[in-house]
């Protein structure tokens, strides 16, 4: 389990220092939280980023690894920002370790971002 968590910290650090979206980087992101997905799943996510549509790679792969959560994204000018919510879970009752994620290089980075803290933090 240390080895996994070790991965992760390393992951979660490469997106940290991310300046900008990049195919292999979500690559590695979905492959590292999403485990085994059908070909349909794939399929979508490869076009998602061949297309560079980054945020909507980034929703499907928080859909896929960490099924029923949810996420209020900002984009626009400047940093983006992703705040994700358990299923079952308030607004006000939100888990310690599952603070806002803002990330300069937009909101598809911070997404992938706190669905990796999630995952770390055992969500």
């Known amino acids: 389990m240390k080895s996994g968590v070790t991965a992760m910290g390393v992951l979660i650090e490469k997106v940290a220092k991310a300046r ?36 909507d790679a ?8 960490l099924p029923e959560w949810g996420v209020v994204a900002r984009s626009g000018p400047g940093p983006g920002e992703a705040k994700l919510q358990p299923p079952g879970m308030g607004h006000a009752k939100r888990p310690a370790g599952l603070e ?18 999630a995952k770390a933090g055992g969500f």
């Open 20 to 55: 900008e979206p990049s195919r292999p980087l979500f690559a590695e992101v979905w492959f590292a939280t999403t485990g085994q997905q059908d070909p349909d799943t794939k399929v979508r996510f490869a076009f998602f980023m061949q297309s560079k549509a980054w945020t």
């Open 58 to 65: 980034a929703l499907i792969t928080l859909e896929h690894a």
């Open 100 to 117: 806002p994620v803002r990330h300069p290089g937009g909101a598809a980075l911070a997404i992938l971002q706190a669905t990796l803290h």
